[in-house]
């Protein structure tokens, strides 16, 4: 059985009769970096929240380069069909990858989704570094990692140490098709973007924003943090407008 790190292990804080908040966290990180957010959420607004541990992540390079973009999809598709299936209104919100992931969700099972608060995601926008990795024939097979790109000081992202090319690979799929996704998306949707980030483009903020097909669509700029934005120093903005924007789109339709 492979064994899950320490601080990366799934999460789940119930609440009957409340809206239910699906977390997800990026890739090559962990529950770890979304586990406050899912805390205070829980804490402040009295949500249902769900954080489940992706596939192939957590526990060791070796283990995720046995995954793929579908397996990860797998993850928050059951997650989010089990929370459906006790919660009439479940939301999703998701760091890096876990916006992404937020926005694929959003696409293709808008039945299922009220709302989403896709976090430094990538709508299909990535680095040029990036893509030269995905496209080079004699790539390694393991790169360094890309986590705790972190503004506050002292502060670390729980996140694998080396990357498996394959997965990047998978990861650059998963973010393209997601992209071409954009226009389905009609739920309301809170954009929160870092003006800063050394992994993604911050410009896919604005692509998300203006491609996806929700009349009710917004964002919020982060000033004082990079990527991994909620461990840095608007973690607790991120929890205040997240949590507004819940408590406000589930209003608007009745109870949870």
């Not at 209104?89 to 299922?112: E, H, I, Q, W, Y």
């Not at 009349?215 to 929890?239: G, Q």
Request: proline share 4%; aromatic share 6%; charged share 20%.
């Amino acid at each position: 059985m492979t064994k899950i790190m320490e601080g990366a292990e799934a999460f789940r804080f119930e609440a009957e009769g409340r809206p239910a908040v699906l977390v997800l966290h990026g890739f090559t990180g962990s529950t770890q970096s979304m586990r406050y957010l899912g805390e205070e959420l829980h804490r402040r607004f009295g949500f249902h929240v769900c954080g489940p541990r992706l596939a192939g992540h957590g526990t060791s390079p070796d283990d995720m380069a046995t995954t793929g973009f579908l397996d990860w999809l797998g993850t928050a598709e059951a997650a989010l069909r089990e929370m459906a299936a006790t919660h009439r209104k479940v939301f999703v919100t998701g760091l890096s990858m876990g916006g992404t992931l937020s926005l694929n969700l959003a696409a293709r099972f808008p039945d299922l989704v009220a709302g989403i608060i896709p976090i430094n995601g990538c709508g299909g926008r990535l680095s040029a570094e990036m893509s030269e990795l995905v496209l080079a024939n004699d790539a390694p097979e393991r790169v360094p990692g890309i986590g705790s790109d972190i503004k506050a000081a002292g502060v670390a992202e729980l996140a694998y140490s080396e990357v498996p090319v394959s997965c990047v690979r998978e990861a650059n799929a998963l973010m393209g098709a997601t992209g071409n996704l954009l226009g389905k998306i009609l739920c309301p949707t809170l954009v929160i973007q870092s003006r800063e980030d050394h992994v993604l483009p911050p410009s896919n903020g604005s692509l998300i924003l203006q491609s996806i097909g929700s009349r009710d669509a917004r964002i919020l700029w982060l000033e004082d943090s990079y990527h991994v934005a909620t461990l840095d120093n608007d973690k607790d903005l991120i929890v205040e407008r997240t949590g507004r924007f819940i408590s406000e789109i589930a209003s608007d339709g009745g109870d949870s």
